[in-house]
């Protein structure tokens, strides 16, 4: 009788992605498995993403984790989506919020009746129709205020990184995962099978597993260094190479919402916290230096900053197979797509889901779990890719070489044809399970200046004389919810149960 190897599953690298890896399978395995995570001290993490999206909340209710422990742990406040500063071009923003942009009528899409009601003269900004961004234009947020006639408000999180991820290794310690502190020198492979059963750690040391998860970061020890598995470069569409970090302190009670500035060769990042506001500066190196960046970013800061500029260099794109032999990637191992869109705690987390569904108790052969899991990986991550490249491409800074230059780039047909599609009826299809939705699409597509020619004949059934009023009505409602609700901060103390939050 065949008797599998009890599963040793080893960890490399912590930070957020070795912690939320740690703790999701200290919690869903229990007493079935072994888990170490090996980590050094003298090696530092590279903590850009401190905002995130709404599915943020399923790791929360996973773990179990109390809301207001995790707001008072990570200094976080809340996430009603992002707005996009001077990306169409200087002096035009919008939001692309989180949740339903308007109501339909039947089988009648909102966005339909929102286009003929533009044609005809009685809509308003596509914004107007969306309690996220009249809450965040308010500066106002609350959870489960039931008022209205519309669903609570869609949000997320801006929080500290690193607080999160001392949270999630107090979380994980506490459910037996054990810590192993060292550097990793290399790693020992099985000569028969290639498969990773060893890592090398400095003094002599070794750590032993059936199953490894590399969260080294851009280094990739395992998946890319020890199991060789190609790189593929994004660039061609994702042109920015360099980021600049930089804390400062809040000017002023942080707003509920994300923004992301654009400048001359990039953009900029401001997320607020309880403590202090995350800033930072993607750009191209090949359109301005680092000193011109840097210039921009400390010139564009709404508070005094708490340290120096941290630059940052990476290379868009992934690993072909984020699973190879008995090794998966997480975060920077597995690829990098920049935060333009706070997807980089989401990947990790949705690929912990998809391993834990797909993992089996004997490792014996795993080859149909592992091509299913690169499958959905590619899809998710190729997906996720052609969004952000849509914010570059659909611009209108003329005249400025870096967004003349994005402009220009040939696209990825997936994105190519989402393109034509909404720019012939403003329809758009989800496909594959894509994580975003076709709201998110639209009001990007929209903020970023894409305009279909024509709406769907589905929405010459109302009315014209009630389309009016209806809209009317609709972008009402999105202001009295949002009229109701407190201020963000007010509520993030009624939350965190202090009269005033703390300050850097």
Avoid at 406 to 418: F, V
Avoid at 464 to 482: H, I, N
Wanted: glycine share 10%.
């Amino acid at each position: 009788m065949h008797h599998p190897a009890p599963l040793e599953i080893v960890i490399a690298g912590g930070g957020t992605a070795g912690w939320m890896a740690a703790a999701t399978f200290a919690r869903f395995l229990g007493n079935t498995a072994k888990i170490t995570l090996v980590e050094s001290d003298a090696i530092g993490t590279i903590g850009v993403g401190e905002a995130t999206i709404p599915q943020i909340h399923n790791l929360l209710i996973g773990l179990g984790i109390d809301q207001r422990d995790f707001l008072r742990r990570t200094n976080a406040s809340f996430k009603l989506g992002i707005e996009f500063v001077n990306w169409l071009r200087p002096g035009e923003s919008y939001i692309h919020s989180f949740g339903q942009v308007g109501r339909g009528v039947g089988l009648i899409p909102f966005r339909q009746l929102w286009l003929r009601g533009r044609a005809l003269g009685v809509a308003g900004d596509y914004g107007d129709y969306s309690a996220n961004v009249a809450a965040a234009r308010r500066g106002s947020f609350a959870i489960g205020d039931g008022g209205g006639n519309l669903p609570d408000l869609a949000y997320a999180y801006h929080l500290d990184a690193t607080l999160f991820a001392q949270m999630l290794r107090a979380y994980a310690e506490e459910r037996g995962v054990r810590r192993v502190e060292g550097t990793i020198e290399g790693v020992k492979r099985d000569q028969d099978n290639g498969d990773i059963i060893a890592l090398r750690l400095d003094g002599g040391r070794s750590v032993t597993g059936t199953f490894f998860i590399d969260c080294t970061g851009f280094r990739s020890l395992l998946l890319g260094a020890a199991l060789d598995v190609p790189f593929e470069d994004w660039t061609r569409w994702l042109p920015c190479d360099t980021a600049l970090a930089v804390p400062c302190e809040n000017s002023g009670p942080p707003r509920p919402y994300t923004q992301s500035i654009a400048h001359q060769a990039g953009w900029q990042w401001r997320i607020p916290l309880q403590h202090r506001t995350g800033n930072g500066h993607v750009f191209c190196s090949a359109f301005t230096s680092v000193d011109q960046a840097s210039a921009t970013l400390l010139g564009n800061l709404e508070g005094k900053p708490l340290a120096d500029p941290r630059p940052i260099r990476f290379t868009t794109g992934r690993r072909q197979t984020p699973w190879a032999h008995n090794c998966v990637a997480l975060g920077l191992a597995a690829g990098f797509m920049e935060p333009l869109e706070s997807t980089s705690i989401h990947l990790v987390q949705s690929g912990i889901g998809r391993l834990l569904n797909l993992l089996s108790g004997d490792l014996t052969d795993m080859t149909a779990s592992r091509d299913t899991f690169n499958r959905l990986s590619d899809i998710e991550w190729r997906r996720i890719r052609d969004f952000l490249v849509l914010h570059y491409v659909a611009n209108d800074r003329v005249g400025e070489p870096f967004w003349d230059h994005c402009r220009s780039m040939a696209l990825p047909d997936t994105l190519q044809e989402k393109l034509a599609v909404f720019r012939e009826t403003g329809a758009f299809m989800r496909e594959e399970d894509e994580l975003f939705l076709d709201d998110s699409w639209a009001q990007v597509m929209l903020g970023q200046g894409v305009a279909p020619r024509a709406h769907s004949p589905l929405a010459d059934n109302v009315d014209a004389r009630e389309l009016g009023p209806f809209l009317d009505t609709v972008a009402k409602a999105c202001r009295l919810k949002a009229e109701a609700l407190p201020p963000h901060a007010a509520f993030i103390a009624h939350m965190i149960g202090e009269q005033r939050m703390q300050s850097a």
